[in-house]
């Protein structure tokens, strides 16, 4: 089986790839195969590093970070994943009004059956990416609980 998941965030490498590493480390753990994991941003002009916030925060709660810059998202990815993850309802609209063929988009709220914004902490202290990791990682389990049973 091959399964292809993209979180698609601003591209401040903030917020989708904290979900990506997430998402990564519970496949690693229940040696889950046949799924690859991607995170996009949708206004990456160059390949930035990953903010060192998101770095430290990931390294603080063992998770391993496999990127070291953002990648903009291109039609190609669109079209190879089998589910899109949006971080939230504005990078929802963009995808939907930028690219064709857009099937299984969802931001991760919705997703998980809830409503509301996923904080951005992009900008702030280290203890906002704090909390912003803590509810993706909530959100994360939710969704592999709920929706992604077979991960």
Do not use: W
């Not at 949708?42 to 496999?66: C, G, H, R, W």
């Not at 996923?118 to 990791?133: A, H, N, R, S």
């Amino acid at each position: 089986m091959s399964y292809c998941i993209l979180f698609v965030g601003n591209g401040d490498a903030g917020r989708e790839i904290m979900a990506k590493a997430i998402m990564d480390d519970h496949i690693r753990k229940n040696k889950s195969e046949g799924i690859e994991i991607k995170a996009r941003g949708l206004v990456v002009l160059f390949q930035e590093a990953v903010n060192s916030k998101v770095a430290n925060i990931l390294e603080n709660n063992n998770v391993p970070l496999e990127y070291d810059c953002m990648f903009q998202l291109e039609q190609a990815d669109i079209n190879s994943s089998d589910l899109v993850i949006a971080m939230d309802d504005s990078h929802k609209q963009r995808i939907l009004e930028s690219y064709q063929n857009v099937e299984n988009l969802f931001t991760i709220k919705e997703l998980a059956g809830e409503e509301g914004s996923l904080l951005d902490p992009y900008g702030k202290e280290l203890i906002d990416y704090e909390y912003c990791y803590r509810e993706l990682s909530r959100l994360v389990e939710k969704i592999i609980d709920n929706r992604l049973k077979f991960l």
